[in-house]
């Protein structure tokens, strides 16, 4: 697997050993750094070979990696893909190769659901309702609002984007009046929200909706350099509840965190499990969110583990 980094070696691996072959998005995000722990030790403590595969933020790689896997004839495959789209080709030789494959974190866009054995990951079209209802509540239905989207073409961009917008439309006094992709990483969120700083104003701008903490980071970042107080001036709400945003709001910088459990290990191999032992299991499986605002962080964040 070239480009492929991190990988658990294969001759440790005796005759029972089961290999699993991870593919990853990369490590755009605290959130992403968590989920790969939380996989990696769950496959450890489980006692499986997993091979594991970098997609460094790029579809492409993510394929070559999955096609290699299919040569490879790994037990199962785990993947957590970018983008939805593309993938129709890849888990056909998969399904025709008689290899499972869980899909976790981000859906997929395929015809036939039956090309992959099970889904688990968050509900990120909740969790853009989540978000947009804390807005309602906390500007009182009136707002112009900044939006920091994810990787475009990924599940949790679409969902995130779509969902936050169906509620905001409900209420005239709230108005995105801009939306643009920082890709989930923190140097892009203070870039594009510099942009729109200098573009819109900051008078102009009331709240930062981030699809992810590391973007709302990163825009805070740009709006102390303002020479403005985040959360104060401008209040923020973002995606995922990692530590860093506990940080955050204890310091008074994020006003609120809707949480994307990134802890999708044990449940992943728990499906698993079944599915290799022949078990029917439920094609979609969630794991449940919470929102924490920043009046009760400094308690909140004692129990956060990433
Ligand atoms: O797919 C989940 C998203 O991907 C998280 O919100 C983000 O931080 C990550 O990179």
Partial sequence: LSGCGGGSDDSSADSDTLTIGFIQTGAESDWRKAHTVSVKEEAEKRGYNLKFADGQGKPENQIKAFSSFVVQRVDAIILAPIVETGWETALRKAKAAGIPVLILDRTVDVSDDS????????DTYQEGIQAAEWVV???????????LQGTPGSSPAINRLKSFKSVIDQHPGLKIIDS????????????V???MLKKHGPENIDLVYAHNDDMALGAIQAIEEAGLKPAVY???????AVRAAFEAMVDGK????????????????DLLEKILAGETVAKDNRVKDEVFEMAHAAEDIKTRAY
């Fill in 137 to 147: 509540k906390e500007t009182g239905g009136k707002a112009n609002i900044v939006e």
């Fill in 234 to 240: 401008i209040k923020l709400i973002s995606i995922d």
């Fill in 254 to 269: 994020l006003n609120c965190v809707v949480e994307c459990n990134p802890l999708q290990g044990p449940l992943a191999f």
């Fill in 180 to 191: 643009q992709s920082g890709d989930f990483r923190r140097a892009n969120g203070k870039q």
């Fill in 115 to 122: 090309l992959f054995a099970t889904y688990v990951g968050a």
């Fill in 193 to 195: 929200m510099e942009a």
